[in-house]
């Protein structure tokens, strides 16, 4: 997954390398350890109409493919970018795609 990530420092405990130093841990190691887990349990299971379960791996390819999408369409790190929809699978495969990359969510409520 050839995406850019913007760090997010956690504190040491939470995430180490193998020599016990902490390292940064960004949106894009969390989608590239999603997308390993391919046979977990579903991380979304979404009901409207007929029930949908969205696995960790479907959400990291869906965000990843999306992510790598707004980069050749011109989305670099910082650039706001406005989500203006309701909740469920497709505004997570959003927020992941967006943060991976380093673009600035800017989320607003479909329902005001």
Known sequence: MAVTAASVECAPEARSNKAGTAEPWTLQTLLVEMAARANDPALIR???GQPQRFTYAAIARDSGRLG?????????AG??????????????????????IGALAVTIDDLA
């Open 46 to 48: 979404f009901y409207q």
């Open 79 to 100: 650039t706001p970018v406005a989500i203006w929809a309701p909740n469920g699978p497709d505004w997570v495969v959003v927020r992941l795609a967006l943060g991976a």
């Open 68 to 76: 790598r999408g707004l980069l050749q369409a011109g989305v670099t």
